[in-house]
Every structure is written in structure tokens, then in C-alpha cells.
T-cell receptor, first 111, second 114 residues
Framework: DQQVKQNSPSLSVQEGRISILNCDYT??????FLWYKKYPAEGPTFLIS?????DKNEDGRFTVFLNKSAKHLSLHIVPSQPGDSAVYFC??????????FGTGTSLTVIP | DTGVSQDPRHKITKRGQNVTFRCDPI?????LYWYRQTLGQGPEFLTY????????KSRLLSDRFSAERPKGSFSTLEIQRTEQGDSAMYLC????????????FGDGTRLSIL
């Protein structure tokens, strides 16, 4: 029972353009959402988060948008850089303890 | 390095053997989590500790799995009588206590069952 879904396994973007990664969830009780970035042979690295009381959170080149009515969140990376090439996981929680992860989207930024 | 540390990075063992993994969290973090990740999937929650108390366990954590955090610092995850299906990456994470705290992950222990 996948409560957090990332329907795009991969995405390719030209350097300097915007990368948009999408995530959908089914559990309306989720109230905290995060994005993690993962390089091969490393653990996931925390990138940015948003609580359900907000609809947008920004940190440098990274912005997360939350649409609660659609149960959808997205991560925007502007401008995209080759070093952003990695697997991106979205995660959600309603207890603050157990995080539910999506299956990941592999982003390739083409120089 | 003040991040989450896991040991060993890789473990290869024969089916039926017992294995133990260690996790050292970020020093000021009271919460510690174990996840399992298989190919093509995201991390799946196994269990979590608040200090030395194990507060939540997933149904994925069968009776062959046991986790401890005896002094509220490092934690161990033991798998007894390993099976082929136990082959996975085992990830440890830690976080501060409080609402909406991100979890910070180690680089994991990759377990391969022969």
C-alpha cells in the first residue's frame, strides 16, 4: 500500500532550466512533507520540508509547493545544475516519527 | 564528521547466519530510526527510539529482527537466521525531539545474503 507516490521514475533537464519533481499522497492525515536527495552509495540527504499549514517553502534554488486539496507536492529547482543529478525522494509523515517515502525520481541535468 | 555513522558499510553472509549492524546518531539527537531500502523502492520504516525507549515498530520487523539502544546513544539492529529476502540496504537516521524535525540519514549498511 504505497501512500506516497512518485509516478515519474526519471527526468532529464538542461542545465539552467527548471526541474519540477512531483509527488502525490493518499493519506489526508499527513501534515509534514520532505524532499531528500540521494547520490549512489550514500544515504538520503535532507533537502527541504514543508508543514501542512503552508503551501510554499523556499530555500535558495529549491522551492516546495504543497496542494493539500489535490494531495500533491512538487519540488522546483531553479536553475538546475549538473550537481543536482541524483535520485529525489519525497516523504510524508503524520506522527513526526515514521516517514513514508515515495519510490524516487532520478534527475539528470544535462550540461 | 558529525553525521550519522553506520558500520559496517557492507555485509555478505550465508543464509541462516545472524548479523548485527551498528548506528551512531548525531550526538545531540534523541531520536533514532531504522529503515530498510530495496532496489527501486524508497526507504521503509522499521522502528524508532526516543532515547533508549523503542516506541514504534513496523509490521516489517519480524521476530527475527531486534533493535536496541541501551544507553540512548548508539543503536544495533540484529537479524537472526537471515533469509534471502533480507538482502537490502539498512539505513539509520536520527533527529532532534520536537514537532516536524527532519531525519538525517547515514550511508547505510548493504546486506547481501548468499
Amino acid at each position: 500500500d504505497q501512500q506516497v507516490k512518485q509516478n515519474s521514475p526519471s527526468l532529464s533537464v538542461q542545465e539552467g532550466r527548471i526541474s519540477i519533481l512531483n509527488c502525490d499522497y493518499t493519506n489526508s492525515m499527513f501534515d509534514y512533507f520532505l524532499w531528500y536527495k540521494k547520490y549512489p552509495a550514500e544515504g538520503p540527504t535532507f533537502l527541504i520540508s514543508i508543514s501542512s499549514i503552508k503551501d510554499k517553502n523556499e530555500d535558495g534554488r529549491f522551492t516546495v509547493f504543497l496542494n493539500k486539496s489535490a494531495k500533491h507536492l512538487s519540488l522546483h529547482i531553479v536553475p538546475s545544475q549538473p550537481g543536482d543529478s541524483a535520485v529525489y525522494f519525497c516523504a510524508a509523515s503524520f506522527t513526526g516519527n515514521q516517514f513514508y517515502f515515495g519510490t524516487g525520481t532520478s534527475l539528470t541535468v544535462i550540461p | 564528521d558529525t553525521g550519522v555513522s553506520q558500520d559496517p558499510r557492507h555485509k555478505i553472509t550465508k543464509r541462516g547466519q545472524n548479523v548485527t549492524f551498528r548506528c551512531d546518531p548525531i550526538s545531540e539527537h534523541n531520536r533514532l530510526y531504522w529503515y530498510r531500502q530495496t532496489l527501486g523502492q524508497g526507504p521503509e520504516f522499521l522502528t524508532y527510539f526516543q532515547n533508549e525507549a523503542q516506541l514504534e515498530k513496523s509490521r516489517l520487523l519480524s521476530d527475527r529482527f531486534s533493535a536496541e539502544r541501551p544507553k540512548g546513544s548508539f543503536s544495533t539492529l540484529e537479524i537472526q537466521r537471515t533469509e534471502q529476502g533480507d538482502s537490502a540496504m539498512y539505513l539509520c537516521a536520527s533527529s532532534q525531539t520536537g514537532v516536524n524535525q527532519p531525519q538525517h540519514f547515514g550511508d547505510g549498511t548493504r546486506l547481501s545474503i548468499l
